[in-house]
């Protein structure tokens, strides 16, 4: 017959640790949740606070019944479903915060401690920098501490942090092992929830009036670029990414997948390389400077010049490529592909006139290039962030009304009056610019720097670059956003040119984050095969991998057992009996505190166990003698040793 076992209570020592588990493992989590279940997480943490606090009862179980179906009512009503990573994460959110509510025993204690581990590994389908793992080991820590509550807990903190720190340092070896060694596969391990990658930010397919000056508004790095020799001056820094030809009158899109195609090779100087270090953003495009001509593995260049990935980028990719500034791309470019670069929706006929009229008397299309140039420079247009809202025309209202507009505005109103003009035209989308870390030497661009340009088709010369930005704001081109937008205009806190000592602080934190994302994070199977190379394996393939993995891990295994035994070995056999009468009575809560002295100890037990009073009074007396006394020989030992074996311990 199978005798249950009763589950301890918690001690409210043990309450503690398992609530400082919970706020630290969902305070990541915050920012990626809904309003209402933080709301409701806090008010969930401090109500049990509060019981705590006041020793109050727990909530009954079928108020924490209606709050669990509450709770995934609202789950459900935010997302309209319980699959994927959002809705998963926030359900594990909600369990959590109310187990806290109906922990009453060691068991419910364990319960906290596992889904804490749990929530953890999700901090990374969110982010994987070198912050969130910080805070993901500090809570790593402080769980595996209060792991240990469960088991003793009247061990001090510092007693049961030191523990938790050291069996991560034990564990650490394996994880580095584990780390280099293991076979890396091209592409995600497992798979990951439809909706994994649907927070990530960057350019899109298509283009309208406010949307890269929305995109201009956030901070956060595009990617990373590291040249051989020296970095090209910044007129030179647009970094291509969607080409968009297909106009519906207020919007530019890409069209279809373009066809691969070879790249120019008009260009007589040496190419540019570098390395780029992509943040996924989940789309296929991969940045390149203009114009590109060697792709990365696995990539194409298309007919437009773009370079694509065959899948889309959902982690981070670092690739090498080439480029030639000076390449005349589209010399042969065809008939059909120029008229589909001309056509145009029936609306703005404004502009469309005032094009026309420019095609009557300029004469030639770098005569109306210039003409339109002029009229951006000297008509009192104003570059700015805040542009004001554009209706159905929205090209004519910004030519002859608003004049006030970013990149976007000035690039859609120029392809849309060189083609009126009778010139092929489109859009290009991507990067303009960049900063250059001075602790790295790495060329930061980030999503501040989106910026779109223009192209246009010239007989002799294949598609040009025109930029009419650089018209109204040259600043832009040549000293970045933050110089070109009039003062008081908002800008990502981290941009702002005025404050230095901020440049300052953000460039080392970035030069720290990015060796973090170069070697950790972007260890994939190049970069693996690198560092086994370095450490001597030449070529190595799965088999050798595993194999030196296994015998590392071993060699660890009987080095940390040795490192035990002989730990072991060394303490007094006086001691170690007196360390298992302290265990014995740890399983009532009398254990022995670290600080503790013989005497003090068995006037605590007596105190709070009379019937134990005697007999710890006789073993604490025979302990002092054999420790810290004249009594010697194996008979006391032995006798030490039984007295201890011999004392009963009645549970109350």
Same mark, same amino acid.
């Given at each position: 017959?199978?005798?249950?076992?009763?589950?301890?209570?918690?001690?409210?020592?043990?309450?503690?640790?398992?609530?400082?588990?919970?706020?630290?493992?969902?305070?990541?989590?915050?920012?990626? /949740?809904?309003?209402?279940?933080?709301?409701?997480?806090? /008010?969930?943490?401090?109500?049990?606070?509060?019981?705590?606090?006041?020793?109050?009862?727990?909530?009954?179980?079928?108020?924490?019944?209606?709050?669990?179906?509450?709770?995934?009512?609202?789950?459900?009503?935010?997302?309209?479903?319980?699959?994927?990573?959002?809705?998963?994460?926030?359900?594990?959110?909600?369990?959590?915060?109310?187990?806290?509510?109906?922990?009453?025993?060691?068991?419910?204690?364990?319960?906290?401690?596992?889904?804490c581990y749990f929530l953890l590994l999700t901090h990374f389908l969110n982010a994987q920098g070198l912050d969130v793992a910080g805070l993901t080991l500090a809570a790593l820590v402080v769980i595996t501490a209060a792991l240990a509550s469960l088991g003793h807990a009247a061990q001090s903190?510092?007693?049961?942090?030191?523990?938790?720190?050291?069996?991560?340092?034990?564990?650490?070896?394996?994880?580095?092992?584990?780390?280099?060694?293991?076979?890396?596969?091209?592409?995600?391990?497992?798979?990951?929830?439809?909706?994994?990658?649907?927070?990530?930010?960057?350019?899109?397919?298509?283009?309208?009036?406010?949307?890269?000056?929305?995109?201009?508004?956030?901070?956060?790095?595009?990617?990373?670029?590291?040249?051989?020799?020296?970095?090209?001056?910044?007129?030179?820094?647009?970094?291509?990414?969607?080409?968009?030809?297909?106009?519906?009158?207020?919007?530019?899109?890409?069209?279809?997948?373009?066809?691969?195609?070879?790249?120019?090779?008009?260009?007589?100087?040496?190419?540019?390389?570098?390395?780029?270090?992509?943040?996924?953003?989940?789309?296929?495009?991969?940045?390149?400077?203009?114009?590109?001509?060697?792709?990365?593995?696995?990539?194409?260049?298309?007919?437009?010049?773009?370079?694509?990935?065959?899948?889309?980028?959902?982690?981070?990719?670092?690739?090498?490529?080439?480029?030639?500034?000076?390449?005349?791309?589209?010399?042969?470019?065809?008939?059909?592909?120029?008229?589909?670069?001309?056509?145009?929706?029936?609306?703005?006929?404004?502009?469309?006139?005032?094009?026309?009229?420019?095609?009557?008397?300029?004469?030639?299309?770098?005569?109306?290039?210039?003409?339109?140039?002029?009229?951006?420079?000297?008509?009192?247009?104003?570059?700015?962030?805040?542009?004001?809202?554009?209706?159905?025309?929205?090209?004519?209202?910004?030519?002859?009304?608003?004049?006030?507009?970013?990149?976007?505005?000035?690039?859609?109103?120029?392809?849309?009056?060189?083609?009126?003009?009778?010139?092929?035209?489109? /859009? /290009?989308?991507?990067?303009?610019?960049?900063?250059?870390?001075?602790?790295?030497?790495?060329?930061?661009?980030?999503?501040?720097?989106?910026?779109?340009?223009?192209?246009?088709?010239?007989?002799?010369?294949?598609?040009?670059?025109?930029?009419?930005?650089?018209?109204?704001?040259?600043?832009?081109?040549?000293?970045?956003?933050?110089?070109?937008?009039?003062?008081?205009?908002?800008?990502?806190?981290?941009?702002?040119?005025?404050?230095?000592?901020?440049?300052?602080?953000?460039?080392?934190?970035?030069?720290?984050?990015?060796?973090?994302?170069?070697?950790?994070?972007?260890?994939?199977?190049?970069?693996?095969?690198?560092?086994?190379?370095?450490?001597?394996?030449?070529?190595?393939?799965?088999?050798?991998?595993?194999?030196a993995m296994a015998a590392l891990c071993g060699f660890l295994l009987l080095g940390l057992t040795a490192w035990a035994l002989h730990k072991r070995v060394r303490i007094d056999p006086t001691v170690r009996a007196w360390n298992r009468l302290s265990r014995k009575l740890a399983r009532i809560?009398?254990?022995?505190?670290?600080?503790?002295?013989?005497?003090?100890?068995?006037?605590?037990?007596?105190?709070?166990?009379?019937?134990?009073?005697?007999?710890?009074?006789?073993?604490?007396?025979?302990?002092?003698?054999?420790?810290?006394? $004249?009594?010697?020989?194996?008979?006391?030992?032995? $006798?030490?040793?039984?007295?201890?074996?011999?004392? $009963?311990?009645?549970?109350?």
């Amino acid at each position: 017959m199978a005798i249950k076992r009763e589950s301890p209570p918690l001690a409210r020592s043990q309450e503690l640790w398992l609530l400082a588990c919970a706020l630290l493992t969902l305070t990541p989590d915050i920012e990626h /949740v809904p309003a209402w279940l933080t709301a409701a997480v806090a /008010v969930a943490i401090a109500w049990r606070v509060s019981i705590w606090w006041r020793r109050a009862t727990l909530p009954p179980r079928w108020l924490l019944s209606i709050l669990v179906a509450a709770g995934s009512a609202g789950v459900f009503l935010t997302y309209r479903h319980f699959f994927g990573k959002d809705p998963g994460i926030a359900l594990l959110i909600l369990f959590l915060a109310l187990k806290l509510l109906e922990m009453r025993q060691v068991r419910d204690g364990l319960a906290v401690i596992f889904l804490c581990y749990f929530l953890l590994l999700t901090h990374f389908l969110n982010a994987q920098g070198l912050d969130v793992a910080g805070l993901t080991l500090a809570a790593l820590v402080v769980i595996t501490a209060a792991l240990a509550s469960l088991g003793h807990a009247a061990q001090s903190v510092v007693a049961h942090l030191r523990l938790s720190a050291l069996m991560l340092a034990q564990a650490a070896p394996f994880m580095l092992v584990l780390f280099l060694l293991f076979p890396r596969v091209q592409g995600p391990l497992w798979g990951m929830p439809a909706d994994a990658y649907s927070g990530m930010s960057g350019l899109s397919d298509n283009m309208s009036p406010g949307s890269i000056s929305n995109l201009s508004l956030s901070g956060e790095i595009a990617f990373r670029v590291r040249f051989e020799g020296e970095v090209p001056p910044k007129y030179l820094l647009y970094w291509r990414g969607p080409v968009l030809r297909l106009f519906d009158g207020r919007t530019w899109r890409a069209g279809a997948q373009q066809e691969k195609v070879s790249p120019p090779d008009t260009a007589t100087g040496e190419p540019v390389r570098y390395a780029v270090t992509l943040e996924p953003h989940n789309k296929h495009w991969l940045f390149a400077l203009e114009m590109p001509v060697a792709p990365p593995t696995g990539a194409i260049v298309s007919r437009e010049y773009q370079v694509l990935s065959k899948t889309p980028v959902r982690s981070r990719l670092r690739y090498e490529m080439q480029s030639r500034p000076d390449s005349l791309p589209g010399m042969d470019e065809s008939e059909a592909s120029l008229r589909n670069n001309l056509i145009l929706p029936a609306n703005n006929p404004r502009t469309r006139e005032l094009a026309e009229e420019w095609q009557r008397e300029a004469g030639g299309p770098e005569a109306i290039i210039r003409r339109m140039l002029d009229h951006f420079r000297k008509e009192n247009y104003f570059y700015t962030l805040t542009p004001p809202l554009l209706g159905e025309n929205s090209i004519d209202q910004f030519m002859f009304e608003t004049r006030r507009g970013f990149c976007e505005h000035y690039a859609s109103a120029f392809v849309f009056g060189m083609r009126a003009a009778g010139i092929p035209a489109r /859009v /290009v989308t991507g990067y303009q610019g960049g900063e250059r870390n001075p602790v790295d030497g790495y060329l930061i661009v980030r999503q501040s720097d989106a910026h779109a340009w223009a192209e246009v088709w010239l007989k002799g010369k294949g598609w040009v670059r025109v930029d009419p930005t650089a018209a109204v704001a040259p600043n832009r081109i040549e000293a970045g956003l933050a110089s070109a937008v009039p003062a008081g205009e908002p800008l990502p806190f981290l941009v702002r040119s005025d404050l230095s000592w901020l440049r300052q602080l953000r460039f080392r934190w970035e030069a720290v984050t990015n060796t973090w994302n170069q070697w950790v994070l972007g260890y994939d199977p190049v970069r693996q095969r690198e560092v086994l190379a370095r450490l001597g394996m030449r070529d190595p393939d799965w088999k050798a991998m595993t194999a030196a993995m296994a015998a590392l891990c071993g060699f660890l295994l009987l080095g940390l057992t040795a490192w035990a035994l002989h730990k072991r070995v060394r303490i007094d056999p006086t001691v170690r009996a007196w360390n298992r009468l302290s265990r014995k009575l740890a399983r009532i809560g009398l254990a022995r505190r670290d600080w503790e002295g013989p005497s003090d100890y068995a006037q605590r037990v007596a105190l709070a166990r009379p019937e134990l009073s005697r007999p710890l009074s006789a073993i604490t007396a025979l302990y002092i003698g054999l420790r810290y006394g $004249k009594l010697t020989g194996k008979v006391p030992r032995q $006798k030490f040793r039984e007295m201890i074996a011999d004392l $009963k311990i009645a549970n109350e």
